[in-house]
């Protein structure tokens, strides 16, 4: 849902009516995930998607219905056939789409939060009765401090809290079931969270031209990008405008002073051993998801023999990811600016990095 923070703000702002589509279960292959999301406004002004056009006109009927009706409607759509094509899949795959009015000030309100919250980057969770014996949309809002609203039972908040957190702290959305009041192992309640932690970061260390190619798409891609190089004069925001930050410091001494996490990754374009080395023996001691260097091979030897002698341990040096991106041929900056990011991208989700149309079986990669 956070493509659609900045029309919902302007929305709640001025009053608008809206309905809110979320998708909340996939089976099988499907274009979107669970937590997609698209707004329809009373005026019918639309923004996102549920799946990237197979089903958008039946949602958008179904978003329109609810502003009139006020009631929290849960719509399934499967394969599609000749009959119904305007509303199936055509990947073959089934979603569950619940579709909620945001007319009444409460539910203005408490959504109204949630847009401040996330888009403060805290992180928070938001759980939603999707189906079963507790009434279809209810809320419950999940911070690392305190709850706000409920699901209509105090075992089910309890309950649905505590697994809430436990998701926001892995990063993971999903449905999980209840009994009416909470029980573990039963099928009463089905309740789907969706978790919205601070977006992930890419550090891209060395000002070059490549650099501000790969700020860019790491930007595109939903990453808080930081730029850090120790030459003033290329250490400046004029030169990479789409990072959301520039830090002019030693890459290493930067790195081990920064946040890292297991979502993190790092680029090292700098291709000058006085900073690679010391640079990378600290990125090894991080948790990063994915460590990318640049550099030909002939380079890439000789900056693994000094790290050798830097006490680094054939492990770590397997964690690099050098010669940088994947093979698609890239010359331009901007052309490997998007062979290191296909590589990010099939290091997240576990692809083989081929074409598809040479393999089968699911398109979509479930998470590592």
Do not use: N
Not at 152 to 158: N, P
Not at 311 to 324: F, N, Q, T
């Amino acid at each position: 849902m956070r493509e659609l923070l900045s029309p919902l703000r302007d929305w709640l702002t001025a009053g608008t009516p809206f309905a809110l589509a979320t998708v909340v279960a996939v089976r099988g292959s499907a274009p979107r995930a669970p937590g997609a999301a698209m707004a329809v406004t009373s005026t019918g002004a639309v923004a996102g998607s549920v799946s990237g056009g197979c089903v958008e006109s039946d949602v958008y009927e179904v978003a329109t219905e609810t502003l009139t009706t006020g009631l929290t409607e849960l719509r399934t759509y499967g394969i599609s056939d000749d009959e119904a094509f305007g509303a199936g899949l055509t990947c073959g795959g089934t979603i569950d789409v619940l579709v909620r009015p945001c007319v009444a000030p409460a539910d203005r309100h408490g959504l109204r939060e949630l847009v401040d919250t996330v888009s403060a980057g805290v992180p928070v969770a938001l759980a939603t009765v999707v189906s079963g014996v507790a009434r279809r949309g209810a809320r419950l809002m999940v911070l690392d401090g305190r709850v706000d609203g409920s699901l209509g039972d105090e075992g089910l908040d309890a309950a649905v809290t505590d697994d809430a957190r436990g998701l926001l702290a892995q990063g993971a959305t999903g449905s999980i079931r209840y009994g009416a009041h909470g029980e573990r192992r039963m099928q009463d309640v089905t309740v789907f969270v969706q978790t919205y932690a601070p977006a992930p970061r890419m550090l891209v260390f060395g000002a070059i031209d490549h650099a501000a190619a790969t700020a860019r798409i790491g930007s595109f891609l939903g990453y808080r990008v930081t730029v850090c190089d120790a030459r003033p004069a290329f250490a400046t925001p004029e030169r990479f405008p789409t990072a959301d930050e520039v830090v002019c410091a030693w890459p290493h001494t930067y790195l081990e002073s920064t946040p890292v996490d297991a979502r993190t990754v790092v680029c090292v374009l700098t291709h000058d051993p006085k900073f690679d080395v010391p640079l990378l023996a600290a990125a090894l001691r991080t948790p990063a998801a994915y460590i990318g260097v640049m550099g030909s091979r002939r380079t890439h030897a000789g900056r693994l023999a000094r790290l050798r002698e830097a006490g680094v341990d054939e492990a770590g040096l397997a964690r690099l990811a050098s010669p940088v991106g994947l093979d698609l041929g890239a010359r331009t900056p901007e052309e490997t600016a998007v062979s290191i990011a296909a590589e990010i991208i099939q290091h997240r989700w576990g692809g083989t990095g081929r074409p598809l149309a040479e393999l089968s079986g699911a398109i979509h990669h479930a998470p590592l």
